[in-house]
């Protein structure tokens, strides 16, 4: 390889390397406590709701580098308001469930509303958006906290004592479950991958060579396997992955194929150009706010089963690990560019780094200062980037 | 003969790819108006930023040479300390200032810390005065008219002690009687040793005020006419405007116009979004048929991007009225996405702001307005798209390694041909091409008008807008020539010649002051 190729490749990928780097620089500092079973599956468990979050922020940022400050108070609305529901008002949780998804969707359109079709700037909307139901939150628990004692809800959401997709074959010290399930994902991504291909090569389209993708697919298959052997020492898959590898996959895919998808790039790369595309500009405002909304409907759910309780201060700061992911995943501060996939890298970043602290006993302030140089470097990082190609 | 207060030596300015200034000489005697004329594009502008220090010393070859001393001027700042002001053609007010803090920005009275506010406005209302404006200099700059606010921009020169005044077309957005109040403000100062240059395309305004004309062709002086020796003719200053010889610079076309029209438009009203009692587009009727390549000519100003765009899904505009039919049958154009169904394309003038998005692939940007055309049931085929891009691309000489590169790494001539993909993918039936050679080399242009040519070959409609004179006549079956949101005439092709399409500008300009 050449000098640019190396330089292009580290490029593309520099949030990887990041991410390789900081991982072998704790498993140094933690002696090798990091890599723990215990600790890989805590780290989904417990940032579950900032993949959910920070995808939905990521759409709400392509669209021109816009952001949602609501949503850690949203997430505790609609927490706070399902608690309320199942518990003082007995409501079956299925219906709960439902509620609560339409509550979140319709804070997310009122948002979206202003936003798009009355062109109110989003920090400002979503600003008092933040205000609105964080006091909310706090009318309808009165102040207090509610418990929740509904363990199908609990569990199936990622918290409790038992947060885990049940194990069919009950060997002693290996969820057989969890490996399968690895090795099940390794076949599906490979079958793609080779299907791909071959389609491409029947209609006589350019293929790349032939080792990139071997290299690529032996690399992929690898991180998905030892993770899922680690996961599999312990207690097998957490639920909140379950979830989090839904919503991860659907946006993924919403983003990269479908004409919807592309609309949030190109409005966010260039609003007037895409409107003179035919581009309903306005239309993706208030899909993205909307969708905002949903994903922190479902985030709230998440949040209130892993702490078993609604409390009012809960979802605090939830907005800034978000948007802190999108941006040091490689989204851009001013909109257009930006990845699922890089979303997801930036999120384990940032809790590969909080993890990593917490084990080597950081007191938590540092830990703040340490995330947001973190943070600003990302962004940094992006800017001076984008201003070298001009 | 007076002092000479101005002399520019030859100056020569090279933008990437162009030579926009070739040793340039022009000199101003103090105490005259000198006016500045020539066609869009030729130079007046950069040179007068020269003169301003906008492109500072070192930027450009030769000698800039004021009262007497060779000036480096390395910014604004540096000009107007010696007195030369300059007043762009878009004002450079703050709104939501009043007058009199728009007059000292940048300039203020009193200590950096302490502002005297007295003395600024005391001084403003001085100023205003003298320019014969009753306002309070505490008015906001929003709540005065476009006259007035013109005006406050020479208040604002004056207050910067000018000795040079550099105005470029001052009264383009003027009515007659402000003009005409301008002009004599002009010639009062004058009186008091002002001197002034002034940029205009109005004839009428020319004859009217100025000691010496000097005119500017294709970046280099043509000639310098002295009132008190030569005669001044309209006819004279337009030769000299225009007189170039045509080349062999467009390709050959076969006319396949056939005698059926695709576009047709009907007393055709648009307001400005923003001053909606400000007509910009004013009883237009126009027509193109199948096959035909139709130009709108026109300045700057005249309203044909506005026309151009309002058409298209109403996509400028306030209070739009007027039928539009295509293929014989009238039809309501909402939205782009409407007008894109109906078959009609808009190339905007502007790539980089409103055509491309510079942050996407060369591939995403060419399917853009026909997505649908590469997806099945909102999911997008990446394969079919990919290989859509690879056609285009060899179908426009699109130069790029490949087609998964940022749009905004090509060139101005292969980005121009990458919009024009784009919006031949969408497979229109009309295109209406705004000013689609602006900034790219001559060979790319070339390449442009094969496609045009290629388009109309196959039974398309083509609306070229351009400032290019040349351009228009050696492209077109038909021209139009816009002035002020009108239509002011119409030459075939065949007949067209510079002369008679400036002359057809110019003088329904006159009809004014």
Redesign the interface.
């Known amino acids: 390889m050449n000098k640019s190729k190396v330089i292009s490749f580290i490029k593309a990928n520099t949030m990887i390397i990041a991410l390789i780097f900081i991982t072998a620089f704790f498993v140094w500092q933690t002696g090798g406590k990091i890599l723990l079973p215990q600790n890989v599956s805590n780290l989904i468990s417990q940032n579950a709701y900032v993949f959910v979050l920070a995808t939905g922020m990521l759409l709400c940022i392509l669209t021109g580098g816009n952001i949602d400050l609501s949503v850690g108070s949203v997430v505790c609305f609609v927490g706070a308001t399902g608690a309320i529901l199942m518990e003082n008002r007995d409501m079956n949780w299925v219906i709960a469930v439902i509620f609560m998804l339409i509550i979140g969707t319709a804070i997310g359109a009122w948002q979206g509303f202003w936003i798009a079709y009355v062109r109110v700037p989003p920090f400002i909307t979503t600003l008092a958006g933040m205000l609105i139901f964080r006091g909310l939150s706090n009318v309808v628990l009165q102040g207090l906290t509610v418990s929740l004692t509904n363990t199908t809800f609990v569990r199936l959401f990622g918290g409790g004592a038992n947060c885990y997709v049940p194990d069919f074959f009950g060997i002693e010290g290996f969820n057989l479950t969890a490996m399968l399930t690895g090795i099940v994902a390794c076949v599906i991504y490979l079958f793609i991958q080779i299907q791909g291909r071959i ?2 090569a029947k ?1 006589g ?2 293929i790349e060579p032939i080792n990139k993708m071997i290299i690529r697919s032996v690399i992929i298959s690898l991180v998905i396997l030892a993770f899922a052997y680690q996961l599999s020492r312990y207690r097998g898959i957490p639920t909140a992955l379950v979830i989090v590898a839904i919503v991860v996959l659907v946006y993924g895919y919403i983003t990269s ?4 998808g ?1 609309h949030f ?2 409005v966010g ?2 609003e ?9 500009t306005n239309r993706i405002y208030f899909i993205a706010y909307t969708n905002m909304g949903f994903l922190a409907a479902l985030a709230g759910m998440m949040t209130i089963a892993r702490l078993t309780s609604a409390q009012p201060t809960y979802g605090q700061n939830y907005e800034m690990d978000a948007i802190g992911s999108c941006f040091i995943g490689g989204a ?1 501060a001013y909109g ?2 930006g990845k699922v996939s890089g979303v997801i890298i930036g999120a384990l970043l940032m809790g590969v780094i909080n993890l990593g602290m917490s084990i080597m006993g950081v007191d938590a302030n540092w830990q703040k200062v340490v995330k947001g140089m973190v943070l600003l470097g990302a962004v940094i990082f992006d800017v001076v980037s984008k201003k070298r ?2 | 003969m007076a002092k000479i207060l101005l002399e520019m030596k030859d100056i020569t300015k090279t933008f990437p790819g162009v030579k926009a200034l070739d040793n340039v000489n022009f000199k101003v005697e103090e105490g005259e108006i000198h006016t500045l004329v020539g066609e869009n594009g030729a130079g007046k502008s950069t040179l007068m930023n020269i003169l301003s220090g906008i492109y500072p010393y070192g930027s450009y070859e030769g000698e800039v040479i004021y009262d007497g001393r060779e000036c480096h001027f390395m910014n604004i700042k540096d000009s107007e300390e010696k007195g030369i002001v300059i007043i762009h053609q878009e004002l450079a007010l703050v709104p939501y200032m009043t007058i009199g803090e728009n007059m000292f920005l940048g300039n203020e009275r009193g200590k950096a810390f302490a502002i005297d506010w007295d003395e600024t406005y005391d001084k403003a209302d001085k100023y205003l005065r003298i320019v014969g404006l009753e306002e309070s200099s505490r008015t906001l700059v929003k709540d005065i008219s476009v006259g007035k606010q013109q005006l406050v921009e020479i208040a604002k020169a004056l207050a910067k002690n000018a000795k040079l005044l550099i105005l470029d077309e001052p009264t383009a957005s003027l009515n007659e009687k402000d003009s005409k109040a301008l002009l004599d403000l002009l010639l009062q100062f004058k009186k008091e040793g002002l001197t002034s240059i002034l940029i205009s395309h109005k004839l009428n305004e020319i004859s009217y005020i100025a000691d010496k004309i000097t005119i500017i062709r294709d970046g280099a002086t043509i000639e310098t006419l002295d009132k008190t020796v030569d005669t001044i003719t309209e006819d004279r200053i337009i030769r000299g405007m225009v007189g170039r010889s045509m080349s062999d610079r467009f390709p050959k076309r076969e006319s396949k116009v056939i005698d059926d029209i695709s576009l047709e438009v009907e007393k055709w009203n648009v307001n400005h979004p923003l001053y909606e009692e400000r007509k910009v587009v004013d009883n237009v009727s126009m027509y193109v048929k199948k096959g035909e390549v139709v130009g709108v000519a026109g300045l700057m100003g005249a309203g044909r991007t506005e026309l151009a765009m309002s058409l298209f899904g109403r996509s400028y505009g306030t209070n739009i009225s007027g039928k539009i039919k295509i293929g014989g049958k009238e039809v309501q154009l909402h939205n782009v996405s409407e007008a894109i169904k109906e078959g009609l394309a808009y190339v905007t003038e502007d790539r980089k702001d409103n055509g491309l998005i510079l942050s996407n692939s060369i591939k995403h940007n060419i399917t853009l307005a026909n997505l649908s055309g590469v997806s099945n049931k909102g999911i997008i085929d990446s394969d079919e798209e990919y290989n859509v891009a690879l056609n285009q691309r060899e179908k426009l000489n699109i130069k790029c390694p490949t087609v998964e590169q940022n749009v905004g790494n090509l060139s101005g001539g292969n980005q121009q041909k990458a919009l024009l993909a784009k919006w031949m993918f969408a497979d229109p039936e009309i295109l209406i091409l705004d000013e689609p050679t602006r900034g790219i080399d001559v060979g790319a242009k070339y390449e442009i008008y094969c496609i045009i040519n290629q388009l109309v070959a196959e039974g398309r409609s083509v609306i070229l807008i351009s400032s290019e004179l040349l351009e228009v006549i050696g492209m077109c079956d038909r021209i139009y020539i816009m002035d002020s949101g009108r239509i002011v005439g119409e030459v075939e092709g065949a007949e067209a010649t510079q002369e008679n399409i400036m002359a057809h500008i110019l003088k329904t300009t006159n009809k004014g002051a």
Request: aromatic content about 8%; glycine content about 10%.
């Open positions: 389609k491409k209609k389209y350019e194929k479908t004409i919807l592309r790039y190109a790369g260039n007037k150009a895409a409107k003179l595309s035919g581009i309903n851009s257009g560019t190609n001009n």
